[in-house]
């Protein structure tokens, strides 16, 4: 069965950026589950499944902006250090935020003795991500499956 929109992508990957240093991979653990076109993975890695079938293989160069979009400086903020609740604030804590766009992770890049700078720019943008994908299994959604837009079962989410 080949790769497209509602179909369930069951796949092992292994990410890289381009100085080879492993990002992530589903190496030990159980296989990435999907719904092609939910929107649930970058549009590069997407893209690049479509069509495919189960066993197939395929390395893929992702372009930061088909990944998590470029860095935007804009997004780095200087906060009063009284505005954490928490008492040992270190460089690299993550902590949730309310936006205008909704709630938002930042991640703490540096700080003085009276303020904390943030960076809400998601971990991997302005990275090019290099995948090696084996694609394990290709079935057609469920009905829940879709109407929730999510995988049920082993690889996907478990309610």
């Given amino acids: ?11 092992d990957y292994v990410l ?23 929107g649930s993975i970058i549009p590069g890695l997407e893209n690049a499944l479509e069509g495919k079938t189960n ?3 395929l390395a893929v160069r ?3 902006e088909e990944a998590y979009g470029e860095r935007d400086e804009t997004l780095l903020q200087v906060v ?15 902590f949730q935020t309310q936006s205008e766009a909704g709630p938002q992770i930042v991640t703490v890049v540096a700080m ?4 904390i700078t943030v960076d809400a720019n998601h971990p991997l943008a302005g990275v090019t991500l290099n995948f090696e ?6 079935r057609d959604a ?11 079962g082993p690889g996907g989410h478990h309610h």
């Fill in 55 to 57: 066993g197939d293989s």
């Fill in 112 to 115: 003085t003795d009276d303020e």
């Fill in 80 to 94: 009063p250090r009284n505005m954490f609740d928490v008492p040992d604030v270190d460089v690299g804590m993550q």
């Fill in 16 to 38: 890289r950026d381009d100085q080879g240093s492993l990002i992530d991979s589903s190496e030990g653990k159980e296989p990435l589950a999907y719904i092609q076109g939910a």
């Fill in 142 to 152: 469920s009905d829940d499956e879709l109407s929730h837009g999510h995988v049920h």
């Fill in 133 to 138: 994908v084996n694609v394990v299994d290709v």
């Fill in 62 to 64: 992702i372009a930061p």
């Fill in 1 to 11: 069965m080949q790769i497209s929109k509602h179909k369930v992508v069951t796949m």
